[in-house]
C-alpha cells in the first residue's frame, strides 16, 4: 500500500472514531440533562409543540442560546411581539446556563416561569434573572412579557 493509501486509511479511521457527535448526544442548552433531540430539538423545528410553559421557556432560552430569532418570534404572542428581532453579537454573547427556579399555573391558559439564565458577554460573567409570563390560545403556549427580578 502506499503512503498516501495509508495516509487515507488513517485518516478514515480517524474520522469514524473522533467525528462530530450525532446530535442526539449533545445534551440540550437548556440544561435538562436531556439530549437536544429530545428536549428542545424537536420544538426549534416545529416538530412539536410544547406542552408547558416551562418546556416552552427552555426552547426559547435555547433558541437564544443558538440564535434562532425566527423562533423566538414565532413563539412570542402576537400582542407584545417586535417586529424584528436582531441578535446582536456584539460584544460577544455566550449564553451559558439556564435555571428555572419556579412554574407557576397562574390560570387555565396562563403560566408564569421564573428563571435565571446565565451568559457571558465579552468575557463578563452576567446573570438575568426573570419572571415570564404565557398564555395557551388554540393548544399553543406564548410568551407574553417578562419582568425583571430586583
Ligand atoms: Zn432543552
Known amino acids: 500500500m502506499g503512503v498516501l493509501a495509508d495516509g ?3 485518516m478514515h479511521n480517524r474520522a469514524i472514531a473522533c467525528g462530530p457527535f450525532p446530535m442526539t448526544t449533545t445534551s440540550c442548552p437548556c440544561g435538562s440533562g ?3 433531540d429530545h428536549c428542545c430539538g424537536p420544538l426549534l ?3 412539536r409543540r410544547a406542552p408547558t410553559a416551562e418546556a416552552l421557556m ?3 432560552y435555547t433558541a437564544f442560546a443558538l ?3 425566527a423562533y423566538l418570534l414565532e413563539t412570542w404572542h402576537p400582542k407584545t411581539r417586535p417586529e424584528a428581532l436582531e441578535l446582536d453579537d456584539t460584544p460577544p454573547l ?3 446556563g439556564l435555571q428555572v427556579r419556579r412554574h407557576q399555573i397562574t390560570g387555565e391558559d396562563r403560566a408564569e416561569v421564573e428563571f435565571v439564565a446565565r ?3 465579552g468575557g463578563r460573567a452576567e446573570r438575568l434573572h426573570e419572571s415570564s409570563r404565557f ?3 388554540d393548544g399553543r403556549w406564548f410568551y407574553v412579557d417578562g419582568e425583571l427580578a430586583p
Do not use: D, P, T, Y
Request: aromatic share 8%; net charge positive.
Open 58 to 60: 427552555r426552547s426559547r
Open 45 to 47: 423545528a416545529g416538530a
Open 8 to 10: 487515507m486509511h488513517l
Open 135 to 137: 398564555v395557551r390560545e
Open 67 to 69: 440564535g434562532n430569532a
Open 34 to 36: 436531556l439530549a437536544f
Open 119 to 121: 451568559c457571558r458577554i
Open 94 to 96: 455566550k449564553w451559558i
